[in-house]
């Protein structure tokens, strides 16, 4: 169904054949086409009928900037199956709650789930369910628990008890990964959580917050009503806090509005085709285990059968004013998280995923290739830089934003190098295109032992401190680095670009090739001082590298390192090749 036929573009094509009964397959035929022409879609199978969600309606992968395609899709679409193979009509039904493509997507014996992808913000993290309905349709989406991280071109498959996400990339078709995840669907089993007011004014007198709780593969209606708890905030666990029992547990189905003591109005609406059930717990006790700001909250409970369920969360905050709840519906506020870090987002910047606002967790240096931890050492290095945190990632990678983000990262005291103050420390940001760590201007409280810094995108962020000196030999006053370019740029069919790297000497070359969402496409050294090259403009020092290799059409980055002893000349460029 769809997809990208080379030197062509995208189709609507869909074409399908019969299982044999030694298992091959007899001739392909043609049936009927999908409504639009789509690319990075994911179809599902469900009883009779096939659903196809999301995807992408442009032409091709990449923009001719080299950027990724934008035109996303909303749309599922159903049909179905004729007893001979053939497809009936399609028919659009419940939107996605966003466009995505190169997603992934799972059918269970009730619902369809979505997971992660990609859109014009970038990665995305997002899991959302929909109930498959009596006459075929859909249910309106609803949002779960996020993928552990952001991630696109992933696969998913689902079993009796368990759906698993398999493999994908962390940045537009790219960044391969290996990882499995999985989730019950039966004997511990995954809840989406609503909590409400979504925002909640600390000085007020009211006496609930409440939970709507529904979960996809049970019936609510089969809670254990003692058993529902509050049993993490942050992802830290804290002593439980129980639904209160004087106030009965009560079920609804489809939409729901309802007045609450504090005089807001809170509507859940298309919840249709969910049953879900409402609890009540203190707003005394749920404040005083929570800060300021946006908080998750983990909900666990026992179903009747011994089986249990647990959720968590997306949007809920706790809040000194009312005035904060305007700013809320904007996607604004202060998202703290359990060790400590911070992303302040004004109204009006953050265009992400209205349900999964961000993800924020300290970086596993065990994920980083040694490639990527020498780079990092290396610029550490020359920059006299040295950690005093942790490096943290914020996601989706590589969103920006209309207006700066305040982030605010906490330092070890402990690490600060002798004779460094702390309020010289400056949050230093990861660009993996150059392979350096870029200083950002930085504000630190000493108090909150915290780094502040406005950003303009996610990415990886530490805490560094500078003016750290290294012993050596005194550098070369006569090396130096002049002009850096490739040609023929564009590069058309069959020709070979070069890059031409002017030194006044030199002992090595290191030219690192990468794609425009950062992955390595080629690396190579040349050694020796440079030769006497012609440019046109008279005889110049120069290295010249020939890209011989077979890379397909797009923007390139380059970047050059010239070495001559401990000292390091760094260039960059880009290049285009019109295959």
Not at 163 to 182: E, F, R, T, V
Not at 240 to 249: K, T
Not at 342 to 352: S, T, V
């Amino acid at each position: 169904m769809g997809g990208i036929i080379r030197s062509v573009g995208s189709t609507s094509e869909v074409y399908w054949a019969e299982i044999l009964p030694d298992k091959t397959l007899g001739a392909w035929n043609q049936t009927t086409a999908l409504p639009v022409k789509l690319f990075g879609h994911k179809a599902a199978i469900f009883a009779s009928r096939i659903y196809v969600a999301g995807g992408n309606y442009g032409h091709t992968l990449y923009t001719n900037e080299g950027l990724p395609a934008p035109e996303n899709s909303s749309a599922v679409y159903a049909s179905d199956i004729n007893p001979d193979g053939s497809l009936g009509q399609w028919q659009s039904i419940s939107e996605l709650p966003e466009p995505v493509s190169f997603h992934a997507l799972a059918a269970t014996s009730k619902n369809i789930y979505v997971f992660g992808g990609h859109n014009t913000n970038g990665v995305l993290n997002a899991v959302y369910f929909a109930p498959v309905l009596n006459d075929g349709s859909l249910g309106s989406w609803q949002a779960l628990d996020a993928l552990p991280k952001n991630l696109l071109a992933l696969a998913a498959v689902s079993s009796e008890k368990y759906i698993y996400a398999l493999g994908g990339g962390d940045a537009y078709i790219d960044g391969p990964q290996s990882n499995i995840y999985y989730m019950q669907i039966q004997n511990s089993i995954k809840a989406f959580v609503k909590i409400v007011p979504s925002v909640i004014n600390k000085k007020s007198h009211g006496r609930w917050i409440m939970a709507i709780v529904g979960i996809p593969e049970a019936d609510a209606r089969d809670i254990v009503y003692g058993s529902v708890r509050i049993s993490a905030v942050n992802g830290k666990p804290i002593s439980p806090i129980y639904a209160d029992s004087s106030w009965r547990n009560k079920f609804h189905e489809g939409d729901y509005d309802g007045e609450y003591e504090d005089g807001e109005s809170e509507r859940f609406g298309a919840l249709l085709g969910h049953k879900y059930a409402m609890f009540k717990f203190s707003r005394q006790k749920v404040a005083e285990v929570v800060e300021e700001g946006q908080v998750t909250l983990k909900i666990e409970g026992n179903l009747k059968d011994g089986k249990t369920f647990a959720g968590e969360n997306t949007n809920w905050v706790l809040s000194k004013s009312k005035f904060f709840s305007k700013f809320l519906e904007a996607r604004a506020g202060k998202r703290k998280t359990h060790f400590k870090a911070e992303a302040d987002i004004p109204a009006g910047a953050f265009p992400g995923n209205p349900e999964l606002v961000m993800t924020i967790e300290e970086e596993d240096n065990n994920t980083l290739s040694n490639k990527e931890k020498e780079a990092r050492d290396e610029s550490k290095g020359k920059k006299n830089l040295v950690e005093v945190s942790k490096p943290v990632k914020f996601g989706p990678h590589g969103i920006g934003f209309e207006k700066p983000v305040t982030i605010a990262l906490p330092y070890d005291s402990a690490k600060l190098p002798e004779g460094v103050k702390a309020k010289n420390l400056k949050i230093c940001h990861w660009n993996a295109q150059s392979a350096e760590w870029e200083e950002l201007d930085s504000r630190v409280s000493e108090e909150e032992n915290l780094v502040r810094a406005d950003i303009t995108h996610f990415s990886v962020y530490q805490v560094m401190a500078g003016g750290v000196e290294n012993s050596g030999p005194a550098p070369d006053p006569d090396f130096k680095l002049n002009e850096v370019y490739a040609y023929p740029n564009p590069a058309k069919a069959g020709e070979k670009p070069k890059i031409h790297i002017e030194a006044s000497s030199g002992e090595k070359v290191l030219i690192k090739i990468y794609t425009v969402s950062g992955r390595l496409v080629k690396e190579a050294a040349v050694t020796g001082a440079p030769s006497l090259i012609e440019d046109g403009n008279g005889s110049e020092n120069a290295y010249e590298y020939e890209v011989i290799e077979e890379l397909a059409s797009g923007v390139y980055y380059y970047l050059i390192e010239v070495s001559k002893g401990a000292q390091k000349l760094k260039a960059s460029g880009k290049l285009a090749l019109l295959r």
